[in-house]
């Protein structure tokens, strides 16, 4: 099993940064891929970045330009860097895990482990 604990998470104005941490414990020789999803109230859950083993990175369009996902493999925990924060990016964050490559991983269906939430509030 793999256990996956979020931090970082917070009330910030518009504009403004957080930066979340996802560090992964267990057996964890199995992951591949780490990212961070997201669910807003009253809307699906959804990939907002991925990364995998060796680096490569999958971003959901609407954070482009304005999240960085990084990861440090020698401490199995994955950062999601949050710059210019708008109010619609409100929801519980969720960390994530999975056996398979990057490329699969917006299909919620392939993550094989999930962090148990941060809530992340932007203030218009």
């Known amino acids: 099993q793999v256990q996956l604990v979020e931090s970082g998470g917070g009330l910030v104005q518009a504009g403004g940064s957080l930066r979340l941490s996802c560090a992964a414990s267990?057996?964890?020789?199995?992951?591949?891929?780490m990212g961070w999803y997201r669910q807003a109230p009253g809307k699906q859950r959804e990939l907002v970045a991925g990364?995998?083993?060796?680096?490569?990175?999958n971003y959901m369009y609407s954070v482009k330009g304005r999240f960085t996902i990084s990861r440090d493999n020698a401490k199995n925990t994955v950062y999601l860097q949050m710059n210019s924060l708008k109010p619609e990016d409100t929801a519980v964050y969720y960390c994530a895990a999975t056996k398979q490559g990057v490329g699969v991983m917006h299909l919620s269906r392939h993550i094989d482990y999930w962090g148990q939430g941060t809530q992340v509030t932007v203030s218009s």
């Open positions: 990364i995998g083993y060796g680096g490569t990175t």
């Open positions: 267990g057996i964890i020789f199995s992951i591949n891929t």
